[in-house]
């Protein structure tokens, strides 16, 4: 009963709803600036719908004899000087003489434009035992460890962490979990734009409509200027604990809807039919030469399933954080205010930390640090977020910092002067 | 009962009240004081909003705040500044704090007519409050604190900003209120309270200063209170020489009311002392009665 009047609060701020519209609009457009791609990657899609996903002998050589005609065909076909007989389609639209002045028509041109990508996937399928072969993890740690200038103690962890990413990637090349058809990375970068692009803007969207949500049903009763009456009814000042509840359910229902809504127009702009069960780890994800390796092998939705609920946590975190902040301030813009300047800073000062010592890794294992990379998560990466455990680690500890902190906070307001 | 037992309030460095010892029994206290005296740092500890730095205060022999809920619950508060959702109606607000108050569905529905008709809101209970007169939030906060049926009752300052009628609606509601409970009431206008308080508490310099009925404190200046004509001459060496607390101008005469040890003078005429002359005596010399007076 007062959970349900204290949501009715939230939802009557009209600055939530304008907020909520005014983010599925703009990621709208954001996910519809990137659609002209969208007929280029059904020339993915169409490939898995005739061979599947998996790469392995079989399927090659069925693609294999598919290619073979996309070849004899393209051999067959002379540039303006008359020559002819290339093998692949990007052989022949290398050739400037033919580029320049196509003697065929525009249809055909666009069919050899698709087969030139039919072409890069099934080249690349047929690359990627020998691509991994040449992946050292060892000496990608050495670099690491060189790019970033890691000392002593800090930089034998990244070596220890990128060791156990070497067994990893040695067990991912037994379950052949990098070998599967992908919107090619190299060219669209798809998982960075669904999990880093698209995550980010989701991931600060939601920490502004999660800080007014929460900061405005804290703080109600002392903008309002009804504090003095509420919290000297029956139930006083433990009115907190179900405005906490109402902040928490509120979230709930915006992060669900936010990104309900987003994903929903991700996959009505990007067909992924038939792609939902490839593992994340699959080399067409990678978009350098060093490609991206999940800890545990995790398919495209349970990836996605995944980031939902690191959000969700990340969300009910911060959303603690700003419990905590009003009930010390009492005031939405000191809170909203507070909250990005101790963002900012979470974000800034451990860029300042020596990297010579543990503290170095111990200092990135914030929310703050996690939310700026989440293409990467569960992933040997990156050096500070490389542990396996990474997220679970930084999820769990802060969620008992932070329920310690709302606890303090409560009873410290049980007992405080109000005005 | 309520016992304000041996209560300091220190703001920082600055002391409020200084070892306030009061009781109450069931009835209408008004705690009459000019501005800045402390009433409402005596009723914001009354109301567990905020707590004695020395002292404690008891009802029914135990400390209000190791009561908590139990104490709430028989509570009811009328801040100075009554705060209110401007968009939503009294009834919508009152079902509210009925919520917080544990009041049930039914038992709120009720009460809360009862109470709106009873502060003659009855026409309005679906109005956004926003469009209300002062006059009008007022009552709502009264309507307000009696959901719960309080066995305390503390309004602070609830007239100010009335006009006379409401002020005077206000106090029959409150009679009518007044049996089997404690009200207390502060205010810095002696008409308030005078004809309906039980007993006056006076604050001054941080103390008690009197806490008695009004035809007790009124006696305080029996034969000390006079009136008289004096001339225009006279006037200035009539200012020095006594306390003039009312002064009318009748033809080209002045009539003073004024304070003596004693009757000096034929022409002085002895006058019954109200609990305003008193207030003014008492606060004569007081810096925060600058201005304060109507
Ligand atoms: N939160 C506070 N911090 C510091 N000083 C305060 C605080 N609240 C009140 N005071 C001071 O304590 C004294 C008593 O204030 P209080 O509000 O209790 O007086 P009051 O009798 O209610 O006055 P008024 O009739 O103007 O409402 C005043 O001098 C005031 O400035
Ligand atoms: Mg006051």
Redo the contacts with the bound molecule.
Sequence with gaps: MIIKQELLKIFRLPIVGILLLFFIIINGLFIWSHSYIKEELSVLTSLVDKYGTAINEEMLAQFGGDYQQISDWVSTIEDLNGKSGYEHPSDLLADDEFFLNPPISDKEFNQLLEYDLIETYYRTAQDIDGIYENVNVRARAEETIDLYGFQGEAAETVRAQFEKLADRKEQLIENGEHKHLFFYGKIYKMHNLLFKDIGMILIFELIILAVLITGAVTNYEFEQKTALVTYTTKIGRKLVIPKLFAAITANTAVIISLIGATLAIYFLVFNYSGLWHVPISSYFNAITDFPYITWWNISFIEYIGLMLLLIYLVMMLFSGMTYILSIWLKNTYLVFISFMVILGLGVLIPGYIPLSTNFSHYIHQTPFFMILNPHEWFMGYSPFTISPYYEVITISSWAVFVAGLIFVSIRRFYRQ?L? | MLVIENVSKQ??N?Q?LNSIQLEFQNGIYGLL???????????KMIATLMFPTKGEILYNGTNIVALDDKYRDVLGYLP?HFGYYKNYSPEKYLFYLAALKGLDKSTAKQRINELLTLVGLEDVTRKKMKKFSGGMIQRVGIAQEMLNDPKVLIL??PTAGLDPKERARFRKILTSLARDRIIIL?T?IVSDVESIANQIIMIKEKKVLYQDTVAHISNQLKGMLFETEVSLAEEDQFRDNYQIIGERQEQEKLIFRFVAEQRLEEAWQEVIPTLEDVFLHVYEDDQ?LAG?MK
């Design positions: 002067a005005h | 703001y920082g600055f409020a004081a000019p501005n800045g005296a402390g009433k409402t740092t005596l009723i100075q602070d300052e502060s810095h925060t304060s």
